[in-house]
């Protein structure tokens, strides 16, 4: 095992790969190679794995497919080469000269030539023990079919498992503990909500936070199983650093470490997006996601036609200049050219140099389109929501969140809290889930009661008070109809709350748990008193919501159904007494 860089160990032998087309692979224009007869008709495609060429070539040199030569496929800018073709190992041991004789026995052969080849490829990994870790080279040419070469390289570093890694295999078998729990939950969570929605299946999926949610928890499952794979592949490889064969095991290892390297990239992203969905419930870091949440439709559709433009003009820039720039040589190529222009990196020289006048048009017409209009139009939208999120900001002190957060610390670490606690997990319960169940069963019927009866009085007061004055029916019935948006607050005490609550779920939450709440949201009513337009805001939002409900939308039909009801009964009982008293009045004048 030689060391030809630093302490880069060489394992095995070094591998030349090669990937041609077949003669045929495409059509040549007979109208024009007529004459003469002895002019080469052949035509040599693009590299398509449909059109590759595997038939026996050399001797010494078989084709191998990927299932003999192992390893896996690679991306080059032009394809996608498979990991097979005729391939040549040289071992690292042989003398210089020996090297040299291959070298010329492949030219001879003509191994590579501008014709038919589309890959060479030249790999071998290496070990370095500073690091504990393998190094996978590649070194690679692309042919395209006019003859162009593109030189390329890859360099990868990955590890193989062994007993060293033991402890942190024992810390990722407790770590998908929590990522199983995190997933029962998720799933407890979606048949809640299905079954309180049971016409909208599917609502619990069109949340944001709950798509990143899904999509963390499947990164979290793929990359458990890579690893498992990795970790059973690398117990089963039989590494010889003497061997003078080309380690093929080690291209599985590459393979397993470098998708769970990229899965593991994706979910460290996700991970801390979610932070901003825990930090929704300050309102001094919240002001990002409820401004993108107050103009996502706006830059839905400002997106959608920028996706309109941006295609417009990589398909005219891939039509002018793809055959001579390589920033605009595919579809893929211009629109990363094009996003790279709006922030600044480009090369206008390149285009001027290809044609002059088009280079102008088009750099200056998808300036002013692209950044100048787009991009300012798109800040307008959300700098339009930021400023009625930041008007309606309720905003606490910062004396007042340090308070707050002293308190609840206090609370969390005294003895009686954490016994309550231990008892409530000990009946397989959580705080929250208690404290949800009293605030739906609870809580809300009782306000909602308490509002109907309030509207009750109020429509009743309004009619007596209005039939005094003698107004038509028609005019009672308009006025009582607008009273649905207006009502009472409902005011509540701490006995009647807890004679309210059932026995065995106060069993559970306790004077500390409960009482606890009660100071919690006295604390923040007194907080909004002191600020009454935020009162007044916040109050707001809650009469919109209650007379939005979905839960009390029955409550409301039936209220306005009885409430039609009595009044059509008051304005007869009106009508009768009018005709009664204008009866009376009759007879008294015929008596005197």
């Known amino acids: 095992m030689r060391s030809p860089i630093g302490q880069h160990r060489v394992i095995g032998s070094m591998r030349i790969r090669t990937l041609r087309t077949k003669v045929d692979s495409c059509s040549v224009n007979e109208h024009l190679l007529v004459q003469p007869a002895s002019l080469q008709r052949y035509c040599f495609d693009a590299f398509d794995e449909d059109k590759e060429y595997r038939a026996p070539l050399f001797a010494s040199i078989p084709y191998r497919t990927c299932d003999e030569a192992g390893g896996v496929s690679l991306s080059g800018e032009r394809a996608r080469y498979p990991c097979g073709g005729f391939t040549l190992d040289i071992p690292f041991n042989n003398t210089f000269a020996d090297v040299m004789r291959v070298a010329h026995g492949l030219r001879e052969l003509q191994f590579v030539d501008n014709s038919v080849t589309r890959l060479v490829i030249l790999e071998y990994f290496t070990y370095i023990p500073p690091l504990d870790a393998f190094a996978s080279v590649k070194i690679f040419n ?196 094009l996003l790279r222009m709006m922030v600044g990196d480009f090369d206008y020289d390149a285009l001027r140099e290809e044609n002059r006048f088009i280079a102008g048009v088009f750099f200056s017409s998808y300036i002013v389109l692209g950044l100048f209009l787009y991009m300012n139009f798109l800040i307008a939208v959300i700098s339009d929501a930021f400023t009625d999120v930041k008007q309606e900001n309720t905003v606490q002190r910062i004396e007042e969140q340090v308070q707050r957060t002293l308190k609840d610390v206090a609370f969390s670490v005294r003895a009686a809290t954490v016994l309550q606690r231990l008892q409530i997990i000990q009946q397989r319960k959580t705080v929250s889930k208690l404290l949800r169940s009293v605030l739906d069963d609870v809580l809300v019927p009782f306000r909602n009661k308490m509002l109907a009866k309030m509207r009750w009085r109020r429509i009743a007061r309004h009619v007596f008070s209005r039939m005094k004055r003698r107004l038509t029916l028609t005019m009672i019935a308009t006025e009582a109809s607008s009273l649905d948006a207006h009502v009472d607050k409902v005011t509540l005490t701490y006995l009647q709350l807890q004679a309210m609550i059932p026995r065995h779920t106060f069993t559970l939450l306790g004077d500390v748990y409960l009482r606890n709440t009660w100071d919690e949201l006295i604390w923040e009513h007194g907080v909004l008193n002191d600020r009454p337009e935020e009162l007044q805001a916040r109050e707001e939002i809650d009469r919109m919501q209650y007379c939005t409900a979905t839960a009390t939308q029955p409550v409301l039909d039936d209220l306005r159904a009885a409430q039609a009801e009595i009044i059509s009964l008051l304005a007869a009982a009106a009508d009768i007494r009018g005709i009664a008293s204008s009866g009376m009045s009759k007879k008294q004048r015929g008596g005197r």
């Open 142 to 337: 692309e042919v395209t079919s006019g003859g162009t070469w593109y030189n390329d390289h890859q360099l990868r570093l990955f590890t193989v498992w062994t007993p060293d890694n033991t402890p942190q295999t024992i810390y990722d078998c407790f770590f998908y503990v929590f990522v199983l729990y995190y997933c029962f939950w998720f799933i407890h969570e979606f048949r809640r909500e299905s079954r309180l929605f049971a016409k909208r299946p599917l609502r619990y999926f069109l949340k944001v936070w709950n798509i990143v949610e899904l999509v963390n928890m499947l990164c979290f499952i793929i990359v458990g199983f890579i690893k498992l794979f990795w970790i059973v592949e690398s117990r089963n490889m039989h590494l010889d650093f003497t061997s003078d064969e080309y380690p093929t095991d080690l291209e599985a290892m590459l393979y397993y470490y470098s998708m769970s390297v990229y899965i593991n990239s994706i979910n460290t992203l996700l991970t801390f997006l979610k932070l901003l969905k825990f930090l929704q419930m300050n309102d001094n870091f919240n002001l990002l996601t409820r401004t993108l949440n107050r103009c996502k439709s706006g830059i839905i559709g400002v997106l959608a036609v920028f996706v309109f433009i941006i295609t417009a003009f990589a398909l005219c820039g891939t039509t002018l200049f793809g055959a001579g720039l390589r920033d605009f040589l595919n579809l893929n190529w211009t629109f990363s050219s």
